[in-house]
């Protein structure tokens, strides 16, 4: 999914959610683990995000965001947390404190690794960049000889 395309079609999704019968930022559960895909929109600023010790972020390498996230989480022993395909660009998770494998690929990426500390009170955050995945420029800052 190409970036500028994919931000736009994220956010008339996260508008249009409620229309759609099922909730934008819905908190859900892997194996009795509290996760959330959010970062879209104005749910993004809701203070209830901040409650989560993990928040990993998806970027192209710029500031353009990714979706489509396949995450896959293990704790120290190396047993799947959880295990996720996030369709925004935060992934919230309430992990228990400790230190976390992450593996994680975007669509037309490669797969990133990264160890994560989970703090026992307050929140860490980790950015997961793909630089390989294109960032489309949006249409309309396309010059019209480009069209």
């Known amino acids: 999914m190409k970036?500028?395309?994919g931000l736009s079609l994220l956010m008339a999704i996260s508008i249009l959610r409620p229309s759609l019968g099922f909730s934008a930022d819905e908190e859900k559960t892997y194996q009795g683990i509290?996760?959330?895909c959010t970062g879209v929109g104005e749910s993004k600023d809701d203070?209830?995000?901040s409650s989560y010790p993990l928040?990993?972020?998806?970027?192209a390498g710029t500031r353009a965001y990714v979706s489509e996230v396949d995450v896959t989480i293990r704790d120290s022993a190396g047993s799947t947390v959880l295990q996720v395909n996030c369709d925004a660009p935060w992934l919230l998770a309430r992990l228990k404190p400790g230190t976390?494998?992450?593996n994680a690929k975007a669509d037309g990426g490669s797969t990133k690794s990264a160890s994560v500390s989970v703090p026992a009170?307050?929140?860490n955050s980790l950015a997961i960049?793909?630089?390989?995945v294109p960032v489309e420029r949006e249409p309309s800052s396309i010059?019209?000889?480009s069209r």
Do not use: C, D, H, N
């Open 129 to 132: 960049r793909f630089p390989e």
């Open 100 to 102: 976390y494998s992450v």
């Open 143 to 145: 010059p019209e000889k």
């Open 47 to 49: 203070p209830k995000w």
């Open 121 to 123: 009170s307050g929140q």
């Open 34 to 36: 509290s996760y959330a």
């Open 55 to 59: 928040k990993l972020m998806f970027t």
């Open 3 to 5: 970036i500028g395309l």
